[in-house]
Structures are given as structure tokens and as C-alpha cells.
């Protein structure tokens, strides 16, 4: 691996010349061509009387793909120029014109869908078993049953061309809000103005003056633009609540579990297993309390580190320890991390002027992944890297599978990305060279098991409550604030002497439309990772293979399928989540018995 290693990312081999570029103004219009071609063939289509009848369709199907493929190209590309400058005008110029693009597109996937809809059973039968249909035979048959409980394709149209101005636009808003936030700060390195990605990485910061003080501000930010926030929310859900009930959906999780592909049930036996260990989660935080001189923690002290392992950990350091401890689990997955770095797919420099918080996002048709974060040297940003890698992996797995077949769900999405956590973690605690740092790491561990099972488990229970509530009419910020602390002192089983208000309002995930309810998945992958990982422990290297496999199935099967086929476990038992659940406590169990001389 070449070092030192750029921190900021190559875009100009996706399009060259950035929000100007005239090679992504002509890919654009080239696909807006195609998307009038599309249309032109779909409004022609009918559904087939017979099996002969279904080969007419197939170039359909195939440019069905190619502008699917071209579409997430296009999103991706402009929403990376967008986190990285969030003045980049053009850049938004250029993402509402994808938006467009993309309304049109669904527009037309939705009457195809329903030429879907009404071929016979029969006939449907015979098709998706054409040897050149039969990959495709999930996610068109998917598509098909999710037809059948929508309106009519006039009205869906409608619906998704209404949303471009409507529910995405109000979700874009979020960026708006966002950098208008700038948070005073003072430091040895003198008085500066802050960006929101700026001051979310002091909220964590060893120096508990620090961290008080900058959540006073960030409460005190945010709580200044509570009421475009409230606003904002509102009328997202608002969008969301009236089209549910034109499609005669009751359920507001219906969509949200579809997506994700899994049931309820699952669902109901995942929480119900995390409620029933949560005195262990609520025993580490008191003992937490102790350790940093504390009566009780306040939300902002959750994550703030206990001992010190290495200090601050420069990015060249953390890349290496990544690719190293990638390599023991599987030395595919540390070659394509090598390469990730050595081809300056990451964007990481801490300045001003950029989104907060970190993602990944793959190129279809570049078949790349590119990584964002703000990366100030902390264990938690080390933990934030390995997770977007593992997302990049994940891809890279999938990438010369047709292009219906690489949308995976969220919650399988973030099964690759914390295992791919868990792999550095557990490595790095087994390495500690002394008691100190094995605490530190150790501790760091079980926090994101308590960001999981309890910041997580607030985000559903807030967002549930918000929904049925909004169905009743607009729902006051004041009133989210209310609804916001109640789930987190639900979840958090009443441990915490303060809590954050503000963070319905502070948090991205809840303007993303893309994937509604973008909170409980996280804990579905934390803990559909944690039992594999508990698997690759018990089965050693040969699980590598195992796990490939299984990722390059999770654009094709549901999660109760998927998890059959290659564990053979039925996730609507206990048994999976609780073994998942063990190696957690087992951490804790470890920690308190560390700590229990410091107390």
C-alpha cells in the first residue's frame, strides 16, 4: 500500500470536472433518452397470453436494467459532490435534475410492474423459468406481488412525480438546514467557527469540558432551526401517511419490512431478545459512570472512551491496521481494502464545508465503491472506516451480477459492515499489550453495542410513536422533543441522567426518504453479524468462503430465506439472536470484571 494516503477522494475517473462536467451532462442526456425509449416500449407492452409472448419483453427487461444501473451512477455521483461541498450549487442543480430523471424512471418501472401484475400465474410460471429470466425470477416476481397492493399505475405515477418537489424534496432539505449550522469554538489551537460534521466529532472527544460544552451548543443549534426541522419532518411523514392510505396500507412498518425483506415476527423476536439483556447494557453504563467519576452518565458521556489505548491513530495507521486484521478473516476482503486505499476511493480530510457523518455508495456501471467520513484519528473513526469498507465489499462482491440483483436490503447492507467492525475490534482487543489498552478497546466494543441496542432502539421507538401521531395531524416541535427523550429514556431502561432532545431534529437518517424508518435495520445487521461472527469463531478460516457466498445471495432471497439456506437457522426462534446476544454479554461480563477494582 502506497503512504501517504490521500485524504480526499478521486472522483474525476467516475465524471471528470465535478458538478461542471460536461462528460456527466452527456451521460445524462443519453439516459434521458433511453428513459423516453423505455417508455415508448412499455406503453406498447402487454401482458403475454403465453410463454412465446414473454420473449417481446426481454429487451424491456434489459433496458429496465441498464437505466437502473445508469440512475444509481447518476444519484451517487452527484450526492458525493454535495457531501463534499455542501456550497456546491452545482451540485444541486445537478441532483434535483437526477430526481427528475429518477421520478420519470419509476414512473415507467411502475406500468411495466403492472404488465406484470396481470399476467396469469400460469404464464408467470413459464416465464421467470426461461433460462435467461430465471436469475432475474426474485426480485421480478418481488416487484410483481408488491404491484398487486398498489394503485393503479396511473396513480403511482402520479405519486412519484408529486414526490420529486414533494417527499424528496423536503428530504433534500435537510441539507439546507444543515449547512446553515455554524457552532462557536475555542481550543489551544484559538477561537474557530465550526461546521455541524465539525463539531459531531467533538461531541465524543476524551476532554468531558469539551464534550459538555459542545453539546450545550449543539442542543442550543439545532434547537435555534427546531421549527424548519418540525416542518420538515411533517411534511415528510405527511407524504408518506397519505400515500399508505391510498394504497389502503394500515401497517406504517408494511413498506419499511418489505424493503428490508423480512417479517414482522423477526422483527418482534430481535427486540424482544435485546429488552430481555438490556440490565447487562444498563450494569456497564453505571459501572461506565463510576470509571469517569460520574453519579450517572448524561447522553453525551455514552461515548465517551474509558482509559486510553493509542491516543490519537493517523489515517496511514488506521489503513494498515484495517487491511491486516481484514487479512486474518480473509485475504479477498484485504486485498480489495488495499486497493481501496491505493486508488484514493476514500474521502476523509477533517475541514470545512462538508456533510457530516459518513456512507458509501457504489458505482454500477464504474463497478467502485467510494467512501465518506471526517476522520480526526479516533478509535471511533477507525470503527467508522472498517464499516463503510465492509459496505464497499460487500459491493464488490456483487458487481458482475445483473444490476436488479445488487439491491440488497439496508438490514443485510449493514450485516457486511459491522461484521467487518467486529473483525477490527476483536482483533485489536486480543492484541492489546496492556491492561489499559485492552480496556479502552474493549469498552469501545460495547459501545456500539449500546448505540445498537439502545440509541437504535430510541430512533424506532421515536419514529413509530411520530407516525401514528402524525396521522392525527402536524405534530409540534415541541412535541417531537417530548416524543424524542420519552423513547430514549425507554430504551435506555431510565440509566442516563440527561438525554437529547434535539437529536430528531440533528439527525440525517430520519430525512432520508430512500429508505424509510432508516433505524431498526442497523440493529438487524449488528446482530445478524454478531451471530456470524460468533459462527466464523466456532468454524475458523473455511467461513470466509461461507460468508462470500452468503452476501452474494442478498440481492435474491428474503432475510428468513437467506439465513436458512446458508445457517440453516430460523430467525423467527430466539435461539440465533440470543447466541448473537451472548458474545455481547460475554464482553461485558469481561469489562466489569476488569473495572471492578477501579470502581
Not at 437457522?569 to 466489569?592: H, N
Request: net charge negative; glycine share 6%.
Amino acid at each position: 500500500m502506497k503512504q501517504p494516503l490521500s485524504l480526499t477522494w478521486e472522483l474525476d475517473s467516475i465524471f471528470n470536472g465535478g458538478s461542471a462536467s460536461p462528460e456527466f451532462e452527456s451521460f445524462l442526456h443519453k439516459l434521458e433518452g433511453d428513459i423516453d425509449t423505455l417508455q415508448q416500449q412499455v406503453q406498447a407492452s402487454v401482458s403475454p397470453a403465453d410463454v412465446k409472448g414473454t420473449e417481446a419483453l426481454d429487451s424491456v427487461i434489459e433496458l429496465l436494467q441498464s437505466c437502473t444501473g445508469r440512475l444509481v451512477q447518476a444519484a451517487e455521483f452527484t450526492g458525493c459532490l454535495g457531501a463534499q461541498n455542501q456550497q456546491d450549487k452545482g451540485a444541486v442543480r445537478l441532483s434535483s435534475k437526477v430526481s427528475g430523471l429518477r421520478a420519470r424512471f419509476e414512473g415507467v418501472s411502475s406500468q411495466f410492474d403492472n404488465v406484470l401484475r396481470q399476467t396469469s400465474d400460469e404464464v408467470w410460471g413459464e416465464w421467470i423459468a426461461r433460462p435467461e429470466i430465471a436469475p432475474l425470477s426474485f426480485v421480478l416476481s418481488e416487484s410483481r406481488s408488491l404491484a398487486r397492493e398498489k394503485m393503479s399505475p396511473e396513480l403511482e405515477s402520479l405519486a412519484l412525480s408529486l414526490a420529486v418537489d414533494g417527499y424528496h424534496g423536503w428530504s433534500e432539505h435537510y441539507e439546507t438546514i444543515v449547512s446553515s449550522i455554524k457552532i462557536p469554538f475555542e481550543d489551544e489551537e484559538g477561537s474557530r467557527v465550526l461546521s455541524a460534521g465539525q463539531a459531531f466529532n467533538k461531541l465524543d472527544d476524551a476532554d468531558p469540558a469539551v464534550r459538555s460544552a459542545m453539546f450545550a451548543k449543539w442542543e442550543e443549534a439545532w434547537g435555534g432551526v427546531e421549527d424548519y426541522c418540525a416542518d420538515t419532518l411533517n411534511h415528510l411523514a405527511g407524504f408518506r401517511v397519505n400515500l399508505y392510505n391510498g394504497r389502503g396500507w394500515d401497517d406504517i412498518l408494511k413498506e419499511p419490512l418489505g424493503i428490508n425483506r423480512m417479517t414482522r415476527e423477526t422483527l418482534d423476536v430481535m427486540w424482544d431478545v435485546i429488552n430481555r439483556n438490556k440490565p447487562a447494557l444498563v450494569s456497564y453504563l453505571q459501572r461506565k459512570a463510576k470509571l469517569l467519576g460520574l453519579e450517572s452518565l448524561s447522553w453525551v458521556d455514552v461515548e465517551a472512551p474509558v482509559g486510553n489505548a493509542n491516543g490519537k491513530i493517523s489515517y496511514d495507521q488506521a489503513a494498515q491496521d484495517i487491511i491486516a486484521q481484514f487479512r486474518n478473516f480473509s485475504p479477498k476482503m484485504a486485498d480489495f481494502a488495499e486497493e481501496a486505499f491505493d486508488k484514493n476511493w476514500i474521502e476523509v480530510e477533517d475541514r470545512a464545508g462538508k456533510r457530516p457523518g459518513g456512507f458509501c455508495v457504489t458505482f454500477p456501471e464504474s463497478k467502485e465503491s467510494r467512501i465518506f467520513m471526517t476522520y480526526s484519528g479516533t478509535a471511533s473513526n477507525v470503527s467508522t472506516l472498517a464499516h463503510e469498507l465492509g459496505h464497499a465489499y460487500h459491493s464488490y462482491l456483487l458487481k458482475d451480477q445483473p444490476v436488479f440483483n445488487q439491491n440488497y436490503a439496508m438490514n443485510v447492507a449493514e450485516t457486511a459492515s459491522t461484521f467487518a467492525e467486529a473483525i477490527i475490534s476483536d482483533a485489536q482487543v486480543k492484541a492489546a499489550v496492556n491492561p489499559e489498552e485492552k480496556l479502552a478497546l474493549l469498552e469501545s466494543k460495547i459501545q456500539r453495542s449500546v448505540a445498537f441496542f439502545m440509541n437504535i432502539h430510541a430512533r424506532f421507538l421515536f419514529e413509530t410513536r411520530f407516525y401514528e401521531k402524525r396521522k392525527q395531524g402536524v405534530v409540534s416541535a415541541e412535541e417531537l422533543s417530548a416524543l424524542m427523550e420519552e423513547a430514549q429514556k425507554e430504551a435506555f431502561n431510565g440509566v442516563l441522567s440527561s438525554y437529547h432532545p434535539h437529536f430528531w431534529a440533528s439527525k440525517l437518517h430520519f430525512y432520508i426518504t430512500d429508505v424509510p424508518f432508516y433505524n431498526f435495520p442497523y440493529t438487524v445487521g449488528y446482530m445478524f453479524s454478531t451471530g456470524l461472527y460468533r459462527l466464523a469463531l466456532q468454524e475458523g478460516a473455511s467461513f470466509a468462503d461461507k460468508y462470500d457466498d452468503l452476501l452474494r445471495d442478498t440481492g435474491v432471497m428474503t432475510l428468513e430465506d437467506l439465513v436458512s439456506k446458508h445457517l440453516g437457522v430460523d430467525l423467527t426462534q430466539p435461539d440465533f439472536w440470543q447466541g448473537a446476544t451472548d458474545l455481547i454479554i460475554a464482553d461485558i461480563e469481561e469489562f466489569l470484571q476488569m473495572t471492578e477494582h477501579l470502581a
